[in-house]
């Protein structure tokens, strides 16, 4: 018998894939918008995602102890990921490092309480959809197709910077927190970026 009430795909009608990573000058310019318009939190946030290259999941959920000690921010910090349960490190490099400071005394945030909290709900933090309403809005404020990035993008960006500079797959691997390398391969599309850059080098 045939089922005339059969839900749409979850897709349908949506652009699926991977999401794009940011290049540089669009990181510089999402941070100049940001810095210009003293949002102090996007701006913590913004810098953070791009540093952790961590999953919305963990990046919302971040407390502000997981960054720092005692009143300074750390140079490193490890966290639990949600969806492996394995431990992954990752550097706060010395701007975003100033940024989450002054963001932490703006709000004078006890180390137990989380680094991004709700504004809506007390006592609870950022949600992702929350942040992905974020990106949608830092990409669309430079004129960047909303449909090709999201909270990925983010993760993605740092990384896919690294790759690019070192051909270092095992360092990617192990700064997103991967098991395998070939979710790494995968994940940032690597042979597809290098067969392209090969084609294009090569006159026929």
Known sequence: MENSCK?????????????????????????????????IRKLALFDLAIDSKLRACDLVSLHVRDVSHGAQIAPRARVIQRKTKCPVQFEISPSTRDVLTAWIESRHLPPDAYLFPSRQHHGSHLSTRQYARIVKGWVRCIGLGEPS??????????????????????????????????????????????????????EV
């Open 149 to 202: 990035y999201g909270t990925h993008s983010m993760r993605r960006t740092k990384a896919s910077l690294i790759y690019q500079r070192t051909k270092n797959l095992r360092a990617v691997q192990l700064l997103l927190g991967h098991s395998k390398i070939e979710s790494t391969v995968r994940y940032l599309g690597v042979e597809v970026d290098d067969a392209l850059s090969l084609a294009e080098q090569t």
């Open 7 to 39: 839900r749409p795909a979850w897709n349908r009608g949506k652009l699926v894939g991977q999401k794009a990573p940011l290049k540089l000058k669009e990181i510089w310019a999402i941070r100049f918008r940001l810095q210009l318009a003293g949002d």
